[in-house]
């Protein structure tokens, strides 16, 4: 516990020194992003999915944060990541399940206002049965996706 408290004093302090294009930013105020100000994009790293990068890529060593959008039905199997993660859920329904196999009786339903944790290394999938979902995620670079099973990999295009 004391171990993520440290990490996310370093990442707070490491938000407050970070720079978002079209956003308000000052030594006084910190940074001011509203909705209108994000720009959303295809999601490259995984076709089909929408992403609204806020600070940073994740692909750099640092801190990042970014939005993604998931549509209605959308599954996503077991992978991991290298680095600690914070989700904060802002719209729809999101199912988060644990472990090295997509297994459906394991989902857990977030809604809107929901947080979670995710370890380094630990594996887990997700779903989106009821609809779109957007959820916001936090970390420190580089980061990406390892699946379990590799032929589950998303294909870039």
Do not use: C
């Amino acid at each position: 516990m004391k171990r993520i408290a440290i990490k996310l004093t370093i990442f707070s302090t490491l938000l407050l020194a970070s720079a978002v294009t079209g956003a308000v930013e000052s030594s006084e105020v910190g940074m001011t992003l509203t909705p209108d100000q994000m720009k959303w994009e295809p999601n490259p790293r995984v076709p089909g999915l929408g992403v609204a990068r806020i600070i940073s890529k994740g692909t750099e060593a640092g801190a990042y944060v970014y939005r993604v959008k998931f549509p209605k039905g959308r599954i996503v199997q077991a992978h991991s990541h290298p680095d600690d993660r914070t989700y904060t859920v802002l719209e729809g329904t999101w199912y988060i399940g644990w472990g090295k196999k997509f297994d459906e009786s394991k989902l857990i339903a977030l809604t809107p206002g929901s947080f979670y944790t995710e370890p380094a290394g630990v594996a887990h999938f997700v779903a989106t049965p009821d609809g779109e979902a957007i959820v916001q995620i936090t970390g420190m670079g580089p980061t990406k996706a390892d699946y379990v099973d590799v032929a589950h990999a998303p294909k870039k295009k």
